[in-house]
């Protein structure tokens, strides 16, 4: 379990136009539990849980606005949200949301990067917990970016994330590896040519699993559909799906989980 140490990813949250149904669908993927908020000012958020009941490890809302994509969105850790907005403009970026209370939980504001890619940032109150490193928890974050370059450098800005960028290999894009001190918090690459130009930057999400494949073919007996099939990556497995809701999720095992 991780606390949110500066600039590192602190949450991770669905915004989907069903919750209820997207609720089940994990909870019968990841074996979460999911409580609902009894407080009228969250929106009947939901908290989910592993079945130990021990930390917080993701969020499932409705969206605020009917046209906003159904997505899941990464959360990196400030200890001012408000601040850092003006970082993301004077970097290039754009506010999308400044910086606004949560309750007591926190503040949380909603950034573009110049490449377009929204992510967040969560500025901890009582809220502070975030369940990492086990099955069926959050487990990497990776940009597909229209500007790799022009990003790395936002982010080295924004962030002060340190860049390691490696070939991948002949016909595949270099990878970058964003770095708080010595670890390795996030990755990113340049979005494949082959994406529709309506497609933007974004963000993706990884989750733990035990066992990629049966993972993936469990999400496909929900009603998933098939992104990326099971394949093999340096250091583990991965595959990538589309919930029923239309929500893009990355699932992941790596030699050390």
């Known amino acids: 379990m991780v606390t949110g140490r500066k600039a590192t990813p602190a949450w991770v949250e669905l915004a989907t136009d069903d919750p209820a149904a997207s609720r089940e669908f994990y909870s019968k993927l990841l074996g979460w539990n999911v409580a609902i908020s009894e407080d009228p000012q969250y929106g009947g958020y939901g908290m989910a849980r592993l079945s130990d009941g021990d930390g ?77 490193g086990d099955a069926a928890t959050f487990g990497w974050a990776e940009l597909n970016s229209r500007g790799i370059g022009k990003a790395i450098e936002f982010y080295d800005k924004v962030f002060g994330w340190r860049a390691e960028t490696n070939p991948m290999g002949e016909g595949q894009p270099d990878y970058t590896q964003f770095h708080v001190g010595e670890d390795a918090i996030a990755g990113g ?9 309506e497609v933007p930057s974004y963000w993706l999400v990884y989750f733990n699993v035990s066992d990629v494949d049966a993972a993936f073919t469990r999400a496909n007996e929900l009603g998933a559909t ?32």
């Open 56 to 132: 917080d490890v993701a969020g499932i809302t409705a969206k605020m606005m009917p046209e906003a994509p159904t997505a899941w969105s990464l959360y990196i850790a400030t200890d001012d949200a408000a601040a850092l907005g003006d970082a993301v403009q004077a970097a290039g970026g754009t506010v999308i949301s400044p910086a606004f209370d949560v309750g007591d939980m926190g503040r949380m504001a909603v950034f573009a990067d110049p490449t377009g890619a929204v992510i967040s940032a969560w500025q901890a109150a009582s809220m502070r917990t975030f369940r990492t």
């Open 189 to 197: 690459m340049e979005m494949d040519p082959s994406f529709p130009a």
């Open 226 to 257: 098939e992104v990326v099939p099971p394949s093999p990556m340096p250091g583990g497995r991965f595959a990538i799906v589309n919930d029923p809701q239309g929500a893009m999720f990355g699932l992941l095992k790596t030699e050390q989980g």
